[in-house]
Nanobody
Framework: QVQLVESGGGLVQAGGSLNLSCAASGSDYSINTMGWYRQPPGKWRELVAT???????NYAASAKGRFTISRDSTKKTVYLQMLSLKTDDTAIYFC??????????WGQGTQVTVST
């Protein structure tokens, strides 16, 4: 069993930045790929970015060039640095992890609101 605890969401003005973090606890086998998904109001959940234990990163087109995903040396904490935020980035952001690129475990989510 894996638990994911997110932190760092909040309210920010457009053009601003926020940093999200997520700490995982549980089986190392299940904490191979970690990532972030988000669910904007009234929309489906969508990929933001993922990172494997080996450091391979994958970004959604909307995140490329503005967001950076990283992991700490223990490989059990994942970060998402978000720059130049837009109102379209408003969403609940979920931390995920799994044995491969498909998310198997989800955090509770943290709200990110970008105002004009």
């Amino acid at each position: 069993q894996v638990q994911l605890v997110e932190s760092g969401g909040g309210l920010v003005q457009a053009g601003g930045s926020l940093n999200l973090s997520c700490a995982a606890s549980g089986s190392d086998y299940s904490i191979n790929t970690m990532g972030w998904y988000r669910q904007p109001p009234g929309k489906w959940r969508e990929l933001v970015a993922t990172i494997t234990r080996g450091g391979r990163k994958n970004y959604a087109a909307s995140a490329k060039g503005r967001f950076t995903i990283s992991r700490d040396s223990t490989k059990k904490t994942v970060y998402l640095q978000m720059l130049s935020l837009k109102t379209d980035d408003t969403a609940i952001y979920f931390c995920t992890c799994g044995t491969d690129d498909s998310p198997q475990y989800w955090g509770q989510g943290t709200q990110v609101t970008v105002s004009t």
